[in-house]
């Protein structure tokens, strides 16, 4: 079962990983957030919101991304994106979730730097 002091192992990565439905690559961290906590979904929303124009035409956005899903007691969930500590451009309401972590963050970076998209990291990762 995955819990924040299972996340704490990882730093930096060793393994790039590609699914060729997502713009980005991730790195180990989150393969395990998407594996332990069934959790692909979370990356297929990430990469859904990489082609809207308040993303794609940004330009800090291309740079750097920081994602945190936010579970409440009742199950619901928010996904945002932000430039910057509270500097909030994309809110993604989510009814209901299984995730069993109460809040998760992630940084993609790179969107613009690199041929093949950026890179979906953990936070310790980066």
């Known amino acids: 079962m995955i819990t924040l002091n299972n996340l704490e192992q990882f730093y930096g990565t060793e393994n790039y990983w590609k699914n060729p439905f997502h713009p ?4 180990d961290g989150v393969k395990y957030v998407a594996d332990e906590g069934r959790a ?8 859904s919101w990489q082609i809207h124009p308040d ?18 007691p009742e199950r619901s969930a928010l996904l945002t994106c932000e430039r ?10 989510i009814p209901c979730t299984d995730f069993p972590l109460e809040k998760i963050c992630f940084y993609l970076i790179g969107m613009r730097w690199y041929r093949d998209g950026g890179v979906l990291m953990l936070p310790s990762e980066y």
């Open 84 to 93: 910057d500590k509270g500097d909030v451009k994309i809110e993604q309401k």
């Open 40 to 47: 692909y979904w979370l990356l297929d929303a990430i990469g």
């Open 55 to 72: 993303i794609k035409n940004d330009h800090a956005l291309q740079e750097y991304q920081f994602w945190t899903l936010t579970v409440n």
């Open 24 to 27: 980005f690559k991730y790195t």
